[in-house]
């Protein structure tokens, strides 16, 4: 015999679709059952809450850097902005932005390829010379002119004080000479001896190479070069 109805179980309602007695008991049962193990205990719950509270902090930890790191990419893209429309307007205007680049030194370093003339420079304790008002004309070997020099050769020269000096003074001649301006001849370094300038195939001193146009700074000029200039005697 099949009946419908809501019986009670365990204190429960259950409502049955048409079942035997014995089916719908068992039925019962099992509901009961699965009602009283699917409970989650409080420790379950607080563990729960817990990393859902860590997975939280951490997004906003994440998302909070994001927001930083875009706020500085944003500011310095404007600021690189701002300079540049400074310094085209400053151009049309006919007005160097000379006074804008820093010294001799705050220029390499700034540029980022004379981190070993930077060093040899410190070392040779000739900050102040490139600090001066000059003008000045330094015809810098970068830090790829130097990987030419063997590495025995180059530790020891850099750990000799006064022949880093002797050599340092001799890349630096005490007047600007832009690359536009050069004249071919020689040209009397702050070593003493001269250099050879030559304008046939490009711009050359001692038959080296000039790079690019020149690094204006608020001091003098930088002409890069790809070889270390040695000094005769």
Same mark, same amino acid.
């Given at each position: 015999? +099949?009946?419908?109805?809501?019986?009670?179980?365990?204190? $429960?309602?259950?409502?049955?679709?048409?079942?035997?007695?014995?089916?719908?008991?068992?039925?019962?049962? *099992?509901?009961?059952?699965?009602?009283?193990?699917?409970?989650?205990?409080?420790?379950?719950?607080?563990?729960?809450?817990?990393?859902?509270?860590?997975?939280? $902090?951490?997004?906003?930890?994440?998302?909070?850097?994001?927001?930083?790191?875009?706020?500085?990419?944003? +500011?310095? *893209?404007?600021?690189?902005?701002?300079?540049?429309?400074?310094?085209?307007?400053?151009?049309?205007?006919?007005?160097?932005?000379?006074?804008?680049?820093?010294?001799?030194?705050?220029?390499?370093?700034?540029?980022?390829?004379?981190?070993?003339?930077?060093?040899?420079?410190?070392?040779?304790?000739?900050?102040?010379?490139?600090?001066?008002?000059?003008?000045?004309?330094? +015809?810098?070997?970068?830090?790829?002119?130097?990987?030419?020099?063997?590495?025995?050769?180059?530790?020891?020269?850099?750990?000799?004080?006064?022949?880093?000096?002797?050599?340092?003074?001799?890349?630096?001649?005490?007047?600007?000479?832009?690359?536009?301006?050069?004249?071919?001849?020689?040209?009397?370094?702050?070593?003493?001896?001269?250099?050879?300038?030559?304008?046939?195939?490009?711009?050359?001193?001692?038959?080296?190479?000039?790079?690019?146009?020149?690094?204006?700074?608020?001091?003098?000029?930088?002409?890069?070069?790809?070889?270390?200039?040695?000094? $005769?005697?």
């Amino acid at each position: 015999m +099949f009946v419908v109805g809501i019986i009670k179980y365990d204190t $429960k309602p259950c409502l049955m679709a048409p079942v035997s007695a014995f089916a719908r008991t068992r039925s019962c049962e *099992r509901l009961n059952s699965l009602r009283a193990t699917d409970q989650p205990s409080l420790m379950e719950l607080a563990w729960t809450i817990d990393a859902i509270l860590k997975l939280a $902090k951490l997004v906003s930890v994440i998302f909070l850097n994001t927001l930083i790191v875009i706020f500085h990419i944003n +500011f310095w *893209r404007d600021v690189m902005k701002q300079k540049i429309l400074i310094a085209s307007l400053l151009a049309t205007m006919g007005i160097s932005t000379s006074a804008m680049a820093g010294n001799l030194l705050e220029t390499m370093s700034d540029d980022g390829g004379f981190k070993t003339l930077l060093s040899a420079i410190k070392t040779a304790g000739m900050e102040d010379t490139f600090k001066a008002a000059g003008p000045m004309t330094l +015809f810098a070997p970068t830090d790829l002119a130097f990987t030419n020099i063997p590495k025995a050769k180059l530790d020891a020269l850099l750990a000799d004080k006064a022949a880093l000096k002797k050599l340092i003074t001799y890349f630096v001649v005490p007047s600007k000479i832009s690359k536009e301006d050069v004249d071919a001849g020689k040209v009397k370094t702050l070593e003493g001896e001269d250099l050879s300038l030559s304008i046939k195939e490009g711009v050359k001193v001692n038959n080296v190479s000039v790079i690019g146009q020149g690094i204006n700074a608020d001091n003098g000029v930088i002409h890069a070069v790809n070889t270390v200039l040695m000094p $005769k005697s």
